[in-house]
Antibody
């Protein structure tokens, strides 16, 4: 079955860059789906960060003011998020998810989430 | 951005109750509306897509309806495992947005 698993540091210092990786099993990244990042904070709830296609094309949420970079590693069947200039407001649980478009667009598979704390 | 507003923010219910949660979009999203369930410490789980389609493996007591700007998630016969937080999400705009959530608690 399709499984996603996030990995990365649980603690990031202010102004540094967060790097998270999502390892995907059970399906190839080279299919028709897109691969997304969503975060959750007590204050803002669920917030879509961005998504990447198997072609490497990306869309991201303008509210992140160009701090977002995403990439694919097809050899490892994984994709990554880099979020620059981290502040305390970026403390959140970060989820990776598959976006399936054949019937509307929906997040049908999710990772378990990675808690990231921004603190010096 | 399309704003998604859920009501109520929380509700108290008993096992066996019929529960209705409403989601309103700030503009017409046709039927591009999904519903998710989230339990503490877990990722959201897709329940309903395109307003009224039940995701595979989701019990038939969950149903969705609506179009345009107003949508409803109904749980017919609340079960103990249904106490959770529910979120709507629009997929009409390329900037995906979620509602703020509705927490279903034990009465």
């Amino acid at each position: 079955q399709v499984q996603l698993r996030e990995s990365g540091p649980g603690l990031v210092k202010p102004s540094e860059t967060l790097s998270l990786t999502c390892a995907v099993s059970g399906v190839s990244l080279s299919g028709d789906s897109w691969w997304s990042w969503v975060r959750q904070t007590p204050g803002k709830g669920l917030e879509w960060i961005g998504e990447i296609a198997h072609s490497g094309g990306t869309n991201d949420n303008p509210s992140f003011k160009s701090r977002v970079t995403m990439s694919l590693d097809k050899s490892k069947n994984s994709f990554s998020l880099h979020l620059t200039s981290m502040t305390a407001a970026d403390t959140a649980v970060y989820y990776c998810a598959r976006v399936e478009f054949t019937t509307g667009g929906k997040f049908d598979y999710w990772g378990q989430g990675a808690l990231v704390t921004v603190s010096s | 951005d399309i704003q998604m507003t859920q009501s109520p923010s929380s509700l108290s219910a008993s096992v066996g109750d019929r529960v209705t949660i409403t989601c309103r979009a700030s503009e017409d999203i046709i039927t591009f509306l999904n519903w998710y369930q989230q339990k503490p410490g877990e990722a959201p789980r897709l329940l309903i897509y395109v307003a009224s389609n039940l995701q595979s493996g989701v019990p038939s007591r969950f149903s969705g309806s609506g179009s345009g700007t107003d949508f409803t998630l109904t749980i017919s016969g609340l079960q103990p495992e249904d106490f959770a937080t529910y979120y709507c999400q629009q997929s009409y705009s390329s900037l995906w947005t979620f509602g703020q959530g509705t927490k279903v608690e034990v009465k």
